[in-house]
Structures are given as structure tokens and as C-alpha cells.
């Protein structure tokens, strides 16, 4: 099931339109009141949030669902006009999965939603990472290190989860801004670096765990 919360009644139609015809089961919102009750009878698979709505703008509703514990593993997709580059960042380091900007080629979309359909149905198969001391639990999403629970952002987990997926596999920058922001862009922000100093520093003794290999990117292990 996917939700849409779109005001704009030609682009809902499109886009429901498409998916539906993709085999895909949608329920679309023009106001974020029908959407909020619309997650308490059933969780979507993803959810497509325009930013620019009526009664609450679309960040807030992005924050709001990755701070509440019962909706924080959703993926969202946003869909905007805004074009920044902050914007993106803002919206992504909030915990979106992806960023679409108006206007799109349905084509495009739908691709993108199956990229990041690919990528959690991934993560549900999967079950624990080790390494030492320090674990990592998919399915609970929990992080622990000698037994402690770790708290960590969805994007932080996100990271953790691919070093530990592959012990002693260096990722660059661009893979995991690919895998874990789910698109392309100009890495002038260092997002990556940010969250990996953050990363280590909630991690503790754990965060030297994380190796820097100088001018290609991060790794767990020999």
C-alpha cells in the first residue's frame, strides 16, 4: 500500500493513475487531517508527501512520522517544487528516503519508488550485523554495543547497517549518499561526513570501529 499526499488533484490523479496500472495499492490525501487517519487504520509500504500543503507544511509531517516510533520505519518520498539545495538537505536530513522535484517524469518516479521499496525490503531480509562488541538488529532496529542500546538516526542507522553488511568493503561517499539518501547530488555539504562524526561519537568506544580510508570513503574490518 502507498499513501499520496498531494493537493494538487491532476498530479494525485496521475500519479494514483500510474500506480495503480503498476499493480501497486494506493490510498491519496489532499489534506494531511485524512492522511493522519488513514495511518491509524493501516501502515503504508511508503508514502509519496508533497512539502507545500494546507492546515501543516510537508516537513512537519516528515518529522512528526520519524519521531513517532510507530511510523519512523515508513518510507517517504517527497514531492516538491522547491529546487534548493537546502531544501533537499532539510527534507533528507529530516529522514526522507528520496527527493523528487516538480516537474517529474512519472516514469522517473516510479522508478525511484521501487529503488527505495528495494532497499527496505533488503533490510527486512536481513537480521543481525556483528562485529565485536557491536550489533546491529534489522528487524528491531536496534544497535547495541556490550549490551547497551545505542539510540541513532534513521539515517545513522541506515550507514551502520552497510559497513556492518559488509565487513572489511570500504564504501565510498557517492554509495552511500546513493544507498542511503537514495539519489544523486554535489556532496559540497559533506553529509556523509557529517553523519559518520556524529555516528562515531554516539557509538563511543565503538565509533573507532569506523575507519576512514583517506580520500575514498568508510569502512568496518579488515
Known amino acids: ?10 498530479i494525485r490523479k496521475l500519479i494514483t493513475y500510474t500506480l495503480n496500472k503498476e499493480g501497486f495499492k494506493v490510498l491519496d490525501f489532499a489534506k494531511p487531517s485524512d492522511f493522519y487517519k488513514a495511518l491509524e487504520k493501516e ?20 518529522r512528526r512520522l520519524k519521531h513517532d516510533a510507530k511510523y519512523k520505519n515508513i518510507p517517504v518520498i517527497l514531492l516538491t517544487a522547491k529546487t534548493s539545495e537546502y531544501d533537499k538537505v532539510l527534507g533528507l ?3 526522507a528516503d528520496d527527493y523528487v522535484a516538480k516537474p517529474f517524469g512519472i516514469m522517473e518516479l516510479l522508478a525511484r519508488i521501487r529503488a527505495v521499496l528495494r532497499r527496505y525490503q533488503a533490510l527486512k531480509e536481513s537480521e543481525v550485523y556483528t562485529y565485536k562488541d ?22 545513522e542507522f541506515d550507514i551502520l547497517a552497510i559497513l556492518l553488511g559488509k565487513i572489511g568493503i570500504c564504501h565510498t561517499r557517492d554509495e552511500l549518499l546513493n544507498q542511503v539518501w537514495g539519489y544523486d547530488y554535489d556532496d559540497t555539504t559533506r553529509t556523509v561526513d557529517v553523519h559518520i562524526r556524529t555516528l562515531r561519537q554516539k557509538l563511543g568506544e565503538a565509533g573507532e570501529y569506523i575507519q576512514t580510508v583517506r580520500g575514498v570513503g568508510y569502512k568496518i574490518g579488515e
Not at 2 to 7: A, F, K, P, R, V
Not at 46 to 57: A, F, R, S, T, Y
Request: net charge negative; aromatic share 4%; proline share 4%.
Open 1 to 10: 500500500m502507498i499513501y499520496i499526499l498531494e493537493d494538487d488533484l491532476n
Open 43 to 62: 501502515l503504508p509500504d511508503l508514502c509519496l508527501l508533497d512539502i507545500m500543503l494546507p492546515e501543516e507544511d510537508g516537513l512537519s509531517i516528515l
Open 93 to 95: 536530513d529530516d529522514g
Open 134 to 155: 557491536l550489533s546491529l538488529d534489522v528487524l528491531r532496529h536496534e544497535v547495541r554495543y556490550k549490551d547497551e542500546l545505542i539510540t541513532l538516526t534513521r539515517k
